[in-house]
């Protein structure tokens, strides 16, 4: 990859360093956000070895300084929620854009990773739908359990399947192949049926 590649990636990581918000992985506490795009790169290029820049960047930048915009400070419905949703999606955009910039990339490669961060097309869109089905793997291999926890069994089959339904098959069959929890596993297969 490019040295602006490297810095574009370090920049990011920089930003997302500052979340306040933990996690612990292997014993270690580590900022929430850093994790998840360390995360989303390595399922990313688990799952497609040849992702372009433009696709890794907005994998790496998907959740770029998400603690900003705090979920709390929408309504608690579903026109709040994709309210914050999108808003979120704008920020990201913007933060990430900026970055690029800064490291020179130029308006095109910048206008693609901000799009592919939007999410708009991904049904239409193969590095989208890629990003899509990414940020969906991710998820139920390191957030759904603890999500579980949260909420009834109708709510997490609701749930699994609205994440199925925007995935391709090939994330359908990688995501079988996630370890689960025997729980888990039963809710999918419920999910499924």
């Known amino acids: 990859m490019s040295a602006k590649f490297e810095q574009a990636i370090a920049l990011i990581d920089e930003k997302n360093a500052q979340d306040l918000n933990r996690e ?32 890794q ?23 709040g ?6 808003d979120l999606k704008k920020m990201h955009a ?15 490669f ?15 869109d193969p590095d989208s739908q890629t ?3 990414v940020v969906c793997l991710v998820f139920l291999q390191y957030y759904f359990e603890d999500f579980a926890t949260k909420h009834d069994n109708e709510k997490l089959i609701d749930i699994l399947q609205k994440t199925w339904n925007k995935m391709s098959d090939a994330a359908h069959k990688n995501a079988l192949t996630i ?12 999910a499924l049926a």
């Not at 929620?81 to 999108?86: I, Q, S």
């Open 24 to 55: 612990i992985d292997n014993g270690k506490s580590v900022p929430k956000e850093l994790l998840y795009s360390q995360r989303m790169t390595a399922c990313l290029l688990d799952y497609m070895p040849t992702a372009s820049e433009a696709l």
């Open 57 to 79: 960047i907005a994998a790496r930048a998907q959740h770029i300084c998400r603690w900003e915009i705090p979920r709390n400070e929408y309504p608690m419905t579903k026109a």
């Open 81 to 86: 929620y994709m309210n914050w949703r999108n």
């Open 94 to 108: 913007n933060l990430a854009g900026d970055i690029l910039e800064s490291v020179g990339y130029d308006s095109e």
């Open 110 to 124: 910048v206008e693609r990773v901000q799009f592919l961060i939007s999410k708009k097309s991904f049904k239409k």
């Open 131 to 133: 990003l899509e089905d």
């Open 179 to 190: 370890p689960f929890s025997e729980d888990t596993a039963d809710l999918i297969k419920q």
